[in-house]
């Protein structure tokens, strides 16, 4: 059983920028494809990022593409999010995710089997 702790979150003026991180612990966290989610009051949970087991393989959403990026270091069990010229719209909740299938860059929330409790990022205008 794996468990994920995501950090980082808080409160930032449009344009600022804020790095999330998720400590995972319980597993083998190098074997599992990792991701971001978000969701939004009144929000279906959406996909943000995802990385494959050996950084080979990213994917964003194109709402953040060139914004955000997503990196892992497997000897901190530690996944990323590098968020940069933060817009209103990003505020949510931040979750990360653990995908044990290590090469898949789901995007779809149900394909991951382990989460986190998630973050709060508001973004003031």
């Known amino acids: 059983q794996v468990q994920l702790v995501e950090s980082g979150g808080g409160l930032v003026q449009a344009g600022g920028s804020l790095r999330l991180s998720c400590v995972a612990s319980g597993g083998s966290f190098s074997s599992y494809a990792m991701g971001w989610f978000r969701q939004a009051p009144g929000k279906e949970r959406e996909f943000v990022a995802a990385i494959s087991w050996t950084s080979y393989s990213t994917s964003y959403a194109d709402s953040v593409k060139g914004r955000f990026t997503i990196s892992r270091d497997n000897a901190k069990d530690t996944v990323y999010l590098q968020m940069n010229s933060l817009k209103p719209e990003d505020t949510a909740v931040y979750y990360c995710?653990?995908?044990?299938?290590?090469?898949?860059?789901?995007?779809?929330?149900?394909?991951?089997?382990?989460w986190g409790q998630g973050t709060q990022v508001t973004v003031s205008s």
């Open positions: 995710a653990a995908d044990r299938r290590r090469r898949v860059l789901a995007v779809v929330a149900g394909e991951y089997a382990y």
